[in-house]
């Protein structure tokens, strides 16, 4: 079954893609710095991707009549989503957190605000204006938040997770040059650490790994595409060119059949929930 994450990038896109003049307001705020116009827009796009997804929304200048107490507003969320099946209340499906500052304190503040609730799925959006900062930058944010959970606490942690950093980029398409969905993987593992391959005796990076059957080999790399990736390993990287940085988050392409083919620089504009 397809993760919401998932359903929701897609729909996101499919958004932006069918709502021209939200699509262009967002592009030129984006590409202005116009961050307050930035936010109110995205935040209508936002809405507008969880309705049609079935669900019922809330946010500034959106009010939510499903529960029995209405607001625009829940919990000081900036966008909250809810299965519309039912009555009464229930727990929401998503979060959404719109942070246009340029503090990265107030981006992890963000963060925090949103594993703090019980959901599916939590989303953070953020602004840096160059498009390459994002990886980065979401390196950062995870380590810094995420370290700071037990390791115990946070593999309990239920729902998906995801950064989707907003820039601007006039040489790229819109909306996919402008949008990078991130995924935090909270796998117990500490962000900005790698697990290291524990190997007998190290050899010099590109050298094979002698072994006495084919079984042998394939469980100790010995083959030869499993001899590259650990010789990329043993460097600090992958074959996808994952820094080591990435531990607490997943950096693959983010593939959706209506999107771009992703771009083999790491410069692919979506990045993996599976």
Same mark, same amino acid.
């Given at each position: 079954m397809t993760s919401l994450a998932t359903r929701w990038v897609s729909q996101f896109y499919a958004v932006l893609g069918d709502d021209r003049p939200a699509a262009d307001d967002l592009r030129d705020a984006s590409l202005q710095s116009n961050l307050a116009h930035w936010t109110s827009t995205l935040t209508g796009v936002v809405i507008r991707s969880f309705?049609?997804?079935?669900?019922?929304?809330?946010?500034?200048?959106?009010?939510?009549?499903?529960?029995?107490?209405?607001?625009?507003e829940y919990l000081a969320q900036d966008v909250m989503a809810f299965p519309?099946?039912?009555?009464?209340?229930?727990?929401?499906?998503?979060?959404?957190?719109?942070?246009?500052?340029?503090?990265a304190d107030l981006v992890a503040y963000s963060l925090w605000k949103v594993l703090c609730i019980h959901c599916g799925l939590r989303i953070v959006f953020c602004y840096r204006p160059e498009p390459g900062a /994002? *990886?980065?930058?979401?390196?950062?944010?995870?380590?810094?938040?995420?370290?700071?959970? %037990?390791?115990?606490? +946070?593999?309990?942690?239920?729902?998906?997770?995801?950064?989707?950093?907003?820039?601007?980029?006039?040489?790229?398409?819109?909306p996919y040059g402008f949008f990078q969905a991130w995924k935090l993987?909270?796998? /117990? *593992?500490?962000?900005?650490?790698?697990?290291?391959?524990?190997?007998?005796?190290?050899? %010099?990076?590109?050298? +094979?790994?002698?072994?006495?059957?084919?079984d042998a080999r394939r469980r100790a790399g010995g083959d030869r595409n499993g001899d590259r990736q650990g010789a990329d390993a043993a460097r600090g990287g992958t074959r996808q060119g994952v820094d080591a940085r990435d531990a607490a988050l997943n950096p693959l392409p983010f593939v959706d059949a209506s999107g771009p083919t992703p771009q083999d620089d790491g410069s692919d504009p979506m990045s993996a929930v599976r």
């Open positions: 309705e049609q997804l079935g669900f019922a929304a809330a946010g500034k200048g959106y009010r939510c009549s499903l529960l029995p107490v209405q607001r625009n519309s099946a039912g009555a009464g209340w229930r727990f929401p499906a998503a979060v959404c957190e719109l942070e246009n500052s340029a503090d /994002g *990886r980065a930058f979401v390196a950062d944010l995870a380590a810094a938040v995420v370290d700071a959970i %037990p390791i115990v606490e +946070r593999a309990g942690l239920a729902g998906e997770t995801l950064v989707v950093v907003g820039s601007r980029n006039e040489s790229s398409t819109f993987n909270f796998n /117990g *593992r500490r962000p900005g650490k790698r697990r290291e391959r524990r190997h007998p005796r190290r050899r %010099p990076a590109g050298l +094979r790994q002698p072994s006495r059957d084919g």
